[in-house]
C-alpha cells in the first residue's frame, strides 16, 4: 500500500492496515447512543405498564418505532466494535480469534436484524394489539 | 532514590497504586462486555417475544417481570424473578457506569482532564452518578412492578 515514503506509510496505515476509522465510529456510535438511549430509558420509565399492548401500542407510532430502530442500529454496531477490541486484546490465538470475531459478527448482525424485523412488524400493525 | 509524592509511581509496571482511574478504566471494558452480551441477548428476546405473540411476551413477562399466579411455574418464576431483578439492577448500573465513563473519554479525547487531581476526580464522578441514577431508576419503576 505504502510508496516507501513518509506520506505513503501513513497512507498504509501500519501494521493493522487500517487507521482511526473504528475509533472514530465508536465515539460516533457512542454519542448517537447516547442520546438515543436516554430516550429509550425515560420512555420505558414513562410507560404505565410493560405488558404486551402497551409495548405493542407505543410501537406503532413512527416516533417511537423509528428512533428505536436508529437505537438497534446504532447499539448494536457500537457493541460490535467494543467487543472487536475486546477480542483483539485478550484473545492471542489466530484461530479462535477469527472464530470468536465470526461469533461476534454473526450475534450482532443476527440480534440486530432479529430487533429490526420485530419493530417493523409491529410498527406496520402486523401484530394486534 | 528520593520519592517525590506528586508524581505517579509508574513507569515500573509492577510497582503501582491502585487508584480510581484504573478501576474506572477496567470498569468501562467489563461493563460494556456484559451490556453487549447481557443487555443485548434480553432486549433481543424482549422485542422479538413482543413482535411474535401475546403468548411469546408473556413467557418474557412471567419469568423475568411478575410470575403469573395460575402458572404451575409460579414459584420457579417467581425465583427468576429475584434473579432477573439482580441481574436487571446490575445491568442498569452498568448501563449508567457506561454512559458516564463513556462521557469522560470523550472529555479525555479532547486532550483535556489528564491533570492528576482532576483525572482521579471525574473517575470518582462516574461511580458517583452511576450509584446514584440506578437508585434513581429503580425508585421509579419499583412502583410499577
Known sequence: MGTGTSLGRVRG????????HHWWLQRVTAASNL???IWFVVSIARLPVLDHQAVVLWLKSPLAAVPLLLLVISVFWHLRLGLQVFIEDYVHEEGGKIALLLLLNAYAIGAATLCVFSILKIAFGGVPA | ??????RPLSPHLSIY?????MLVSILHRATGTALAIGGGVIFAWWLTAAAMSPAAYNI??????????????????????ILAKIVGVGLTWSFFQHMASGIRHFVLDTGAGYELKTNRLGSILTLAFSIVATILFWAVIAGKY
Open chain 1, 13 to 20: 496505515l501500519g501494521s493493522a492496515h487500517s487507521g482511526s
Open chain 1, 35 to 37: 442520546v438515543l438511549l
Open chain 2, 1 to 6: 532514590m528520593a520519592h517525590n509524592p506528586a
Open chain 2, 17 to 21: 497504586k491502585w487508584g480510581p482511574h
Open chain 2, 60 to 81: 418474557f413477562y412471567h419469568w423475568v417481570v411478575q410470575a403469573d399466579p395460575a402458572s404451575l411455574h409460579a414459584s420457579t418464576q417467581r425465583l427468576a424473578n
